[in-house]
């Protein structure tokens, strides 16, 4: 299966977060002959371990399977759907889209709604519809019905895309953040052969606070830890190059420091031998890579780095265009490129 077939098969599997069932039983399926075992703990992350030829020091390769998405709150007595937000999502975003129901009756597809334009007054046209104004319309006649059809409130939504190739070895589709990071140590994990243990973590609920990360960090304490995340790339109009120098196509990018825009708070300082590492390897191997410091996010590196007494961490991204959007964009050549370098990465001899 190439690149480009799985992160598909990724990709348009649902899995919001506290829902990443269906990505887990594909990545178990693809990992099932090339990894020395694979289990499930109890928050629901994936644990593959790859043995090397020696036990330590060990890594942890981070993953997380969850997507953002949306989750039933209240169904009304004609049959509408009222939702919540699970993880980071602009409102306008969702206005008009298609989204299937994950219900124990299996998908019931819908639509966002809103009031229409035409009986808004003229203050309102000037304004963005807040989510908590739209609702799902199903086709239900009542609560009664809708509930017949199976749906519940707590089901998840995701939203309906496909995966869709653009020009220049560029794709486009939904919750390649963070599939295309699973993806990539997917590849790491059945093609290389570490010095050390590996551990390959998918994890899940990364969007609502990182909390696959914390436990199963927590569990594993491993020597060194790395986060395989996307990052935000805006080389496109409107944004100036400054606010985000990363850039689609470029190569992967190697973090030095992230988190709240004010500050870089409640983020990752990348250790600087593990960086330092990262960035000789790409060099020697003429691997094209960029490095970066972001604003306004954070990945699982941040809580695998303050586990225990502490793990050596470090981010490696996929640069990619409309993060949260449902329409990511993204290059599989700097997907491919980041498989290359991780992979010589857990070939060669490492040290916390």
């Given at each position: 299966m190439s690149l480009f077939e799985l992160l598909k098969r990724l990709s348009e599997a649902p899995g919001v977060s506290g829902f990443e069932y269906s990505v887990s039983n594909i990545i178990r399926d693809e990992l099932k002959n090339h990894v020395n075992s694979i289990q499930t703990d109890k928050l629901g992350n994936l644990i593959c371990v790859k043995e090397g030829l020696k036990e330590k020091p060990t890594l942890m390769i981070a993953a997380h399977m969850d997507e953002i998405g949306l989750i039933v709150k209240h169904v009304d007595e004609k049959g509408f759907l009222r939702f919540a937000k699970l993880g980071g999502i602009s409102d306008h975003l969702l206005l008009g889209s298609r989204v299937a129901i994950h219900t124990r009756k299996g998908i019931v597809y819908g639509v966002i709604g809103c009031k229409p334009i035409h009986l808004m007054r003229e203050e309102e046209r000037k304004q963005l519809v807040p989510y908590d104004k739209m609702f799902i319309d199903i086709g239900a006649k009542s609560r009664e019905e809708a509930e017949e059809f199976g749906v519940r409130v707590g089901d998840p939504i995701t939203l309906e895309r496909n995966l869709i190739q653009l020009k220049n070895n560029l794709v486009c589709g939904k919750a390649f953040d963070d599939r295309v990071g699973c993806a990539i140590l997917i590849e790491v994990l059945k093609n290389s052969k570490p010095k050390s243990r590996v551990y390959g973590v998918f994890t899940v609920q990364e969007e609502v606070g990182l909390r696959g990360a914390t436990v199963s960090a927590?569990?594993?304490?491993?020597?060194?830890?790395?986060?395989?995340?996307?990052?935000?790339?805006?080389?496109?109009?409107?944004?100036?190059?400054?606010?985000?120098?990363?850039?689609?196509?470029?190569?992967?990018?190697?973090?030095?420091?992230?988190?709240?825009?004010?500050?870089?708070?409640?983020?990752?300082?990348?250790?600087?031998?593990?960086?330092?590492?990262?960035?000789?390897?790409?060099?020697?191997?003429?691997?094209?890579?960029?490095?970066?410091?972001?604003?306004?996010?954070?990945?699982?590196?941040?809580?695998?780095?303050?586990?225990?007494?502490?793990?050596?961490?470090?981010?490696?991204?996929?640069?990619?265009?409309?993060?949260?959007?449902?329409?990511?964009?993204?290059?599989?050549?700097d997907a491919e490129n980041l498989v290359k370098l991780l992979t010589a990465f857990v070939e060669e001899e490492f040290s916390p």
């Open positions: 927590f569990s594993l304490n491993p020597d060194v830890g790395i986060a395989i995340d996307v990052t935000t790339s805006a080389d496109h109009p409107e944004v100036s190059e400054h606010e985000s120098p990363v850039k689609v196509g470029l190569g992967p990018a190697i973090l030095v420091a992230d988190g709240r825009r004010d500050s870089l708070a409640g983020g990752l300082i990348s250790n600087i031998n593990l960086r330092n590492k990262l960035i000789e390897l790409a060099e020697r191997l003429k691997i094209p890579y960029q490095v970066e410091v972001a604003e306004g996010g954070t990945t699982d590196a941040t809580a695998i780095h303050l586990t225990q007494k502490g793990i050596p961490s470090c981010v490696l991204s996929i640069p990619t265009r409309y993060v949260h959007s449902f329409s990511e964009v993204l290059s599989l050549k």
